[in-house]
């Protein structure tokens, strides 16, 4: 799709929040510049409100040298998201360790985040600022997690015996039928009574830290929020030619702007 666009002169974007596709995305940096598009990956819910942090706590401390980004939703997984955490049973986790990308076990680390209305334990997951953020902030050491239940977290925890099991496509054939045959997903009441909270936090070499948070919209609202509002402003003739995050080309303040949510400086 991304070849097709470049050939076609056609900015592309979409909604992915995995690291891989950003990767491969970002092969085509080159490309896209010479034709004078944007591949834009990663519109909606991932990464658009967690990049905008990132990028705040980067200009609330330029020599940052570590990053933790925290996120926590009050609504329920649609079918799509869950079939997508199936296909990444049993291949554990990625965190950024000095600049690279690094493969770590399924509940490498869990702790504790004050998310505002819940304190709660949360675990790093593979998601997509492990690969974005550093070309949004420079800052060469991120974690990304999300606060789940004890339950999942234990469960996450199998992983590190069990991978080979999960990987099988027994196990993940039960887990997608199990899905198929459960609800679709969040309804637009439940939509609209949920939020999504999130908290970053950034540490330079002398072990100084800083916090701040974010509350946005239920992820499932803000990704069609966010995915048409870029929309509007790429057809503006608002755009960066080549491979982009989306702070690196309407700034931090882009979630600010889309979800009437403020950035709070916690400490």
Not at 69 to 81: E, K, M, V
Request: glycine share 10%.
């Amino acid at each position: 799709m991304v070849e097709a666009c470049i050939r076609n002169k056609v900015h592309y974007t979409d909604i992915t929040g995995e690291i891989a596709v950003f990767a491969q995305a970002r092969k085509y940096d080159e490309q896209a510049k010479e034709a004078g598009v944007m591949v834009l990956p990663g519109t909606g819910f991932d990464v658009v409100p967690s990049d905008c942090l990132a990028a705040h706590m980067k200009s609330r401390m330029e020599d940052a040298d570590d990053l933790v980004l925290a996120f926590y939703g009050t609504g329920r997984a649609s079918r799509g998201t869950s079939l997508t955490v199936v296909e990444g049973l049993g291949y554990g986790g990625t965190i950024r360790k000095d600049g690279k990308l690094k493969q770590v076990p399924d509940a490498y680390d869990v702790k504790r985040f004050d998310f505002g209305p819940k304190n709660m334990t949360a675990v790093t997951i593979p998601w997509g600022d492990v690969y974005t953020a550093f070309f949004s902030t420079g800052i060469p050491n991120i974690k990304v997690y999300m606060g789940l239940p004890k339950k999942a977290i234990d469960g996450m925890k199998w992983g590190k015996w069990f991978g080979w099991l999960m990987r099988t496509e027994f196990v993940k054939n039960k887990a997608r039928a199990k899905i198929i045959a459960g609800q679709a997903g969040p309804t637009d009441e439940q939509r609209a009574k949920a939020a999504t909270y999130l908290v970053g936090t950034v540490t330079d070499k002398s072990g100084k830290s800083i916090t701040s948070t974010i509350q946005t919209q239920e992820g499932y609202t803000l990704t069609a929020m966010t995915a048409v509002h870029i929309a509007q402003q790429i057809l503006r003739g608002n755009f960066k030619a080549g491979w982009q995050t989306p702070s690196l080309v309407y700034g931090k303040d882009l979630i600010c702007e889309v979800s009437g949510s403020q950035f709070e400086d916690v400490d």
